[in-house]
């Protein structure tokens, strides 16, 4: 069974940074993407960014290009998302998200087991 274990998070002021971790347990994950999305009050979950965890290949939502950087540690099996220059716009509840395969998807139903989600709230 795959678990995804997320921490990190909380309050920070705009334009500071955050790092979330997302510690993967229950499978040898080098067949996996990994994902991370985000969800704001009242609106959809949507895909923020996402790794192969074999070979590194990163996809990023246009919104946090350049600002956001999603890696990976091996030796931990731990997935990272690495947030600076945050905005107001960027609050929401982050989940780390894991799918056995190689094509990065970016809807949410495209993803088998996520995590417990954690709060990102960016004042402004």
């Known amino acids: 069974q795959v678990l995804l274990v997320q921490s990190g998070g909380g309050l920070v002021q705009a334009g500071g940074s955050l790092r979330l971790s997302c510690a993967a347990s229950?499978?040898?994950?080098?067949?996996?993407?990994m994902g991370w999305f985000r969800q704001a009050p009242g609106k959809e979950r949507r895909f923020v960014a996402a790794?192969?965890?074999?070979?590194?290949?990163?996809a990023y939502a246009d919104s946090v290009e350049g600002r956001f950087t999603i890696s990976r540690d091996n030796t931990k099996n731990t997935v990272f998302l690495q947030m600076n220059s945050l905005e107001s716009e960027d609050t929401a509840v982050y989940y780390c998200?894991?799918?056995?395969?190689?094509?990065?998807?970016?809807?949410?139903?495209?993803?088998?087991?996520w995590g417990q989600g954690t709060q990102v709230t960016v004042s402004s």
């Open positions: 229950g499978r040898t994950f080098g067949s996996y993407v």
């Open positions: 790794i192969r965890w074999n070979i590194g290949t990163t």
């Open positions: 998200a894991a799918v056995m395969g190689e094509r990065i998807g970016v809807r949410p139903y495209e993803y088998d087991y």
